[in-house]
Nanobody, 125 residues
């Protein structure tokens, strides 16, 4: 059974930081690309960041570039998202996802095979 479990969400003031973690099981994580997506209230889920199976390539949404950092530890079957300089518009449910690694970085939800349940991030102004 494949599981992706996110943690680290919470309430933070604008300008603060949070670190989200996603631990996977049931897959050979080192063979998967990974990504983070988020869904704000009343909006569609959107791409945030992605990382290749090796960790050698990353991609970010323009809205988070320079503030968020995605990383992975294949030995721990985990992918993290470090979020700095948080803004109220970063509020939402954050989901991690995994996709059978192929060429390039995946930014579309349909390209991902497995999803976590999400963790809430709330940034107050």
């Amino acid at each position: 059974q494949v599981q992706l479990v996110e943690s680290g969400g919470g309430l933070v003031q604008a300008g603060g930081s949070l670190r989200l973690s996603c631990v996977t099981s049931g897959i050979t994580f080192s063979a998967y690309g990974a990504g983070w997506f988020r869904q704000a209230p009343g909006k569609e889920r959107e791409f945030v960041a992605a990382i290749s199976w090796s960790g050698g390539s990353t991609s970010y949404a323009d809205s988070v570039k320079g503030r968020f950092t995605i990383s992975r530890d294949n030995a721990k079957n985990a992918v993290d998202l470090r979020m700095n300089s948080l803004k109220p518009e970063d509020t939402g449910v954050y989901y991690c996802a995994a996709e059978v690694a192929g060429w390039g970085i995946k930014r579309l939800q349909v390209q991902y095979d497995y999803w976590g349940q999400g963790t809430q991030v709330t940034v107050s102004s």
